[in-house]
């Protein structure tokens, strides 16, 4: 098996492009697909100063890495959701990064900074944990870019993320979800920040690949949550038609993008959107879930 680049012995293989690739033409096709999917959508250039979120798994940490190494002005988030040993560990990796790379982190502590905890939360709530731990998750990404004067948050969801989701959400015809998933959701409020996703179009595979050829430590483990979450099953779903039919996740996700996403925006446009009483973050509710969450989170305690 040859690079299809450089024609030297290809170390991967990548069956939806029909392409194998030697390591180091791997990583530019990978910084290519990073670069093209920035330009293409408009996510953002190098005049813009991006919030990456990160969690130290290895899609965040190679999301974080490679816009760093292509010149891009990022400053790196990450959020300590009090979720056991798994949040201490997953802290102190992305802090050694930035401390070895000398890349600029912003660290985020429910518990200290808001006296937040999500499993109060969720049985008081009667929620699932995942659902308080997504608002709370939204709210902070928003908020820390808009007063920090960031032009653009960007997560690592790579392809698999995307099409499972897609594959959940038009099971159960979610359709304010459909209007909603996107690579770019543009700001539609003066206080809402634009957020991209920018390894969109690169799978699961291929960040791991990135991370190992680039020595990058990153947390093996899952959040202990994530397990028996329904996005598993569609991934699994997915990867057994991937199988089949390599491209098959790519065309499913670049296939709504052109044809059916548009079938959903005017439920987008309905959505009416206020400035929540209590913070000033945008919501539409009178007053936002995290504001809430901080009133249930300091009655309990008392
Ligand atoms: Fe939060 Fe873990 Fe659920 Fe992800 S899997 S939403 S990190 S609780
Ligand atoms: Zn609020």
Same mark, same amino acid.
């Given at each position: /098996?040859?690079?299809?680049? *450089?024609?030297?012995?290809?170390?991967?293989?990548?069956?939806?492009?029909?392409?194998?690739?030697?390591?180091?033409?791997?990583?530019?096709?990978? %910084?290519?697909?990073?670069?093209?999917?920035?330009?293409?959508?408009? /996510?953002?250039?190098? @005049?813009?100063?991006?919030?990456?979120?990160?969690?130290?798994?290895?899609? &965040? /940490?190679?999301?974080?890495?490679?816009?760093?190494?292509?010149?891009?002005?990022? #400053?790196? /988030?990450?959020?300590?959701?009090?979720?056991?040993?798994?949040?201490?560990?997953?802290?102190?990796?992305?802090?050694?990064?930035?401390?070895?790379?000398?890349?600029?982190? =912003?660290?985020?502590?429910?518990?200290?900074?808001?006296?937040?905890?999500?499993?109060?939360?969720?049985? !008081?709530?009667?929620?699932?944990?995942?659902?308080? +731990?997504?608002?709370?998750?939204?709210?902070?990404?928003?908020?820390?870019?808009?007063?920090?004067?960031?032009? #653009?948050? %960007?997560?690592?969801? @790579?392809?698999?993320?995307? %099409?499972?989701?897609?594959?959940? @959400?038009?099971?159960?015809?979610?359709?304010?979800?459909?209007?909603?998933?996107?690579?770019?959701?543009?700001?539609?409020?003066?206080?809402?920040?634009?957020? #991209?996703?920018?390894?969109?179009?690169?799978?699961?595979?291929?960040?791991?690949?990135?991370?190992?050829? @680039?020595? =990058?430590?990153?947390?093996?483990?899952?959040?202990?949550?994530? !397990?028996?979450?329904? &996005? =598993?099953?569609?991934?699994?779903?997915?990867?057994?038609? $991937?199988?089949? &039919?390599?491209? !098959?996740?790519?065309?499913?996700? &670049?296939?709504?993008?052109?044809?059916?996403?548009?079938?959903?925006?005017? #439920?987008?446009?309905?959505?009416?959107?206020?400035? *929540?009483?209590? +913070?000033?973050?945008?919501? !539409?509710?009178? $007053? *936002?879930?995290? *504001?809430?969450? =901080?009133?249930?989170?300091?009655?309990?305690?008392?």
């Amino acid at each position: /098996m040859k690079c299809v680049r *450089c024609k030297k012995k290809a170390k991967i293989l990548l069956k939806r492009h029909n392409a194998a690739f030697c390591n180091d033409c791997f990583l530019y096709y990978y %910084a290519n697909q990073v670069n093209r999917n920035i330009r293409r959508h408009k /996510m953002f250039d190098r @005049n813009d100063k991006i919030l990456v979120v990160v969690s130290g798994g290895k899609d &965040s /940490m190679a999301l974080w890495d490679v816009l760093a190494k292509e010149g891009y002005n990022v #400053v790196a /988030m990450y959020i300590n959701l009090g979720i056991g040993e798994y949040s201490n560990r997953s802290q102190e990796v992305v802090e050694r990064f930035a401390q070895q790379k000398g890349l600029e982190l =912003i660290v985020k502590d429910i518990k200290k900074e808001y006296g937040l905890d999500i499993y109060v939360l969720a049985k !008081t709530l009667k929620r699932s944990t995942c659902s308080v +731990c997504g608002s709370i998750k939204r709210y902070l990404f928003n908020k820390v870019a808009y007063d920090g004067g960031f032009s #653009v948050v %960007a997560t690592g969801h @790579n392809l698999d993320d995307e %099409a499972a989701t897609l594959l959940g @959400n038009l099971l159960s015809w979610e359709e304010g979800y459909l209007a909603r998933q996107s690579p770019v959701l543009e700001k539609t409020h003066p206080k809402l920040v634009k957020k #991209v996703k920018p390894l969109y179009t690169l799978t699961e595979r291929e960040n791991l690949y990135y991370v190992l050829l @680039n020595r =990058i430590e990153f947390l093996h483990e899952e959040c202990p949550h994530a !397990t028996g979450a329904r &996005s =598993i099953l569609y991934k699994e779903v997915l990867n057994r038609l $991937e199988e089949e &039919s390599p491209g !098959t996740k790519h065309r499913f996700i &670049s296939g709504f993008l052109e044809k059916g996403r548009k079938h959903f925006q005017d #439920v987008a446009e309905k959505l009416e959107l206020k400035e *929540c009483k209590t +913070c000033g973050q945008v919501t !539409t509710t009178e $007053e *936002c879930s995290f *504001c809430r969450f =901080i009133k249930v989170c300091n009655q309990q305690e008392r």
